[in-house]
């Protein structure tokens, strides 16, 4: 199965009082329907005018909306969202998690550890902790959003085509063309976090 993420918003508590939604989002395609799915996706985004490779989500209309939903329920396709109202935090709610949960990175080393796996976890602590806040909740999303597709697509395909649990092909929408500390970070502690869930 192929999967695919991307996130929608600035991850910002808003400095007016006034609803900010943002969100992550994971869509997955059976891997024996991937070609056809994406051959009709490119004939509706010709209907549509749109000639770029990539569609932002933001920028389409209701209609649009409804016709991608439309040819999407032809697959037996899987599509997750994990949201989040920036509105409804606090900068200081936010700063207190990501320290709880860096400070959980260390709290059972002793020095009976190796000297390299306790260097590399403080490392690891410190890099959460100078993370921005703002990437820091979409981390929190995104781990959220990863655990929850992992249990829906493996049972929901293991009764239908278990096939597609012999490969998962994860797509994550790159923020630049270069790897940035954040993906590093992430990527180094996405399956810890979800081994623990």
Known sequence: MNIYIDEAGVFVVPSKDRCSISCVGGLVLPRQSVIKIFGDFCRLKESW???????????????????????????????????????????????????????????????????????????????????????????????????????????YYAQRSPEELGDFKWYIDAKDKKVTPYEILWTTIVLPMIQSK
Do not use: W
């Not at 796996?117 to 703002?134: A, C, F, M, V």
């Open 49 to 155: 005018g749109i000639k770029s490779d990539e569609v932002k989500g933001s920028r389409l209309s209701e209609s649009q909306v409804n016709s991608l939903v439309t040819l999407l329920a032809q697959y037996d396709v899987i599509f997750h969202v994990v949201a989040i109202d920036m509105n409804k935090q606090s900068s200081k709610a936010i700063s207190n998690h990501k320290f709880a949960q860096a400070r959980n990175l260390t709290k059972n080393l002793t020095p009976e550890h190796k000297p390299g796996l306790i260097e590399g976890i403080k490392k690891l602590r410190n890099d959460l902790e100078t993370l921005p806040s703002q990437l820091y909740v979409q981390a929190v999303c995104t781990f959220e959003l990863v655990n929850d597709l992992l249990q829906t697509t493996t049972l």
